[in-house]
C-alpha cells in the first residue's frame, strides 16, 4: 500500500524571530492561514488516506503538532528523540513501514513547501508510484527551474528520458550542492537541470536496500532497532540508534551513490519557503515592492519585507533590501543579503546566557 511520510523536524532558523525550536517553520501559517503542516496533510489527503500518513517529528513539537493538527493522533506520529538529518529520519521510517506492510510504499515530502496546483502534483507521484511499484527504483521528483536559484541543490538529468503516464522520467547523472550565481544562471538556461525539491517515492525494500550498501553501519542500526518495535525496550533502542548513527542527508548517504535513481519532472509551482525572502514570491507587494505584513508604514522604502507578529507598529524609512521582523520581546533587522548568516546570529545569541530565552 501507498504512504505518506512528511519530514516535519528541522527548526526553521531562517525564519527566526517568528520561528523557535518549540514552535518551527512547519507549525507557523506562513502561505494561508493554516500552518504549513497542516496544508501538507490537506494536500495529501487528496490521494492517500490519513491512516497512512505518518509524520516524523522531534520530540520536542510533538505535543504542538498533535494540539495543532486535530486530524492527526499518536497513531501518526513518529517520535525523534534528536535531530539526525534525513537519511536516519528516513530509515526509521522505512523500518516501521515495513513491519506494518512489508511491500510498503513510501512517498516521502516535506512539511513546508508550497505547491501549486495539487492535481498536478498528484499526477507526478502516481507515475512514480507506478515506477516504484514495478521496479525497486529510488524516484526523486525534480523541479523545473523559475530562476537562476542560488539556494537549492540540482538533479543534472542524464540522456535517457522516457513518458510514464504522460510525466518525463529521466536518469539522473549527478546531484549538484547548492551553486553559485554563475553556475546557477547555466542550470537554469540549459534545460538539463530541475531544482531538488526533497521529494522522494520508493518502496521501504528498495530504500533500505540502498542503505545496506551505501550506508551499511546506519542499515545495521536500524534492523537492531527493528527487533525492540513493539517492545518495552524499543524507547531504549530508539535512543541507541539515534546515539550511534550518523547525522547525513538521504542525498549524500544514498541518492549520491546508488545506480538505480530516476527522477520525474515536476512542472508545477514549488517553493521551499526557506528564508524571510521567501515571502517576497508569494506575498503581495506595495508600489515600492515591499512585503508588508501587520501593521506598518513606509517612506522611501523599497524591496523591503516587514512582518509585525505583535499589536505595536513598525514605522521604515529610507532603507532598501531590508527585512524587519517584530515577534514579541525581539526585533530582527537584517540587509537581504546577510540573511545567510542567520544560524551564526543565533549561534551568538545562545552563547548568551541573558540572551538565550530569546531563542
Request: overall charge negative; some cysteine.
Amino acid at each position: 500500500m501507498i504512504y505518506a511520510v512528511i519530514m516535519a523536524g528541522g527548526k526553521g532558523e531562517r525564519f527566526w524571530p517568528l520561528s523557535s525550536e518549540t514552535r518551527p517553520k512547519q507549525l507557523l501559517p506562513l502561505t494561508s492561514d493554516k500552518s504549513m503542516l497542516n496544508v501538507t496533510i490537506d494536500r495529501v489527503g487528496q490521494y492517500i488516506p490519513l491512516e497512512r500518513v505518518v509524520v516524523v517529528a522531534g520530540a520536542n513539537i510533538a505535543r504542538a503538532i498533535l494540539d495543532g493538527c486535530h486530524q492527526l493522533g499518536p497513531q501518526n506520529l513518529l517520535i525523534e528523540p534528536i535531530g539526525r538529518n534525513t537519511c536516519l529520519a528516513i530509515g526509521y521510517a522505512a523500518i516501521h513501514l515495513q513491519k506494518r506492510d512489508p511491500e510498503a510504499i513510501m512517498v516521502v515530502l516535506s512539511a513546508d513547501h508550497l505547491i501549486e496546483p495539487v492535481g498536478k502534483m498528484v499526477e507526478v507521484i502516481k507515475a512514480g508510484v507506478k515506477l516504484a511499484t514495478e521496479d525497486n527504483h529510488l524516484i526523486t521528483i525534480g523541479i523545473v527551474p523559475t530562476r537562476a536559484e542560488t539556494g537549492y541543490g540540482y538533479i543534472e538529468l542524464g540522456d535517457e528520458q522516457w513518458q510514464v503516464d504522460g510525466v518525463t522520467v529521466c536518469r539522473v547523472a549527478a546531484f549538484k550542492e547548492k551553486p553559485r550565481p554563475v553556475a546557477a544562471q547555466q542550470y537554469y538556461h540549459d534545460r538539463k537541470h530541475l531544482w531538488n525539491s526533497g521529494m522522494f517515492i520508493w518502496s521501504a525494500k528498495a530504500i533500505l536496500n540502498a542503505m545496506l550498501y551505501c550506508q551499511p553501519e546506519t542499515h545495521a542500526l536500524l534492523q537492531e532497532y527493528a527487533g525492540h518495535i513493539g517492545t518495552a525496550d524499543e524507547e531504549k533502542a530508539r535512543e541507541k540508534l539515534y546515539n550511534e548513527a550518523e547525522p547525513i542527508s538521504i542525498d549524500y548517504a544514498v541518492l549520491e551513490e546508488a545506480d538505480n535513481v530516476l527522477t520525474l519532472k515536476g512542472d508545477f509551482l514549488w517553493d521551499d519557503v526557506g528564508s524571510w525572502l521567501s515571502l517576497q514570491r508569494f506575498k503581495p507587494t506595495d508600489r515600492d515592492n515591499n512585503v508588508i505584513v501587520g501593521r506598518a508604514v513606509t517612506l522611501d522604502t523599497f524591496e523591503s519585507t516587514i512582518y509585525n507578529a505583535g499589536d505595536g507598529l513598525i514605522a521604515a524609512a529610507g532603507l532598501a533590501d531590508t527585512v524587519i521582523a517584530k515577534v514579541g520581546d525581539v526585533v530582527l533587522v537584517a540587509n537581504k543579503t546577510q540573511l545567510n548568516q542567520m544560524k551564526e546570529l543565533l549561534a551568538k545569541i545562545a552563547a548568551d546566557e541573558d540572551l538565550k530565552k530569546y531563542l
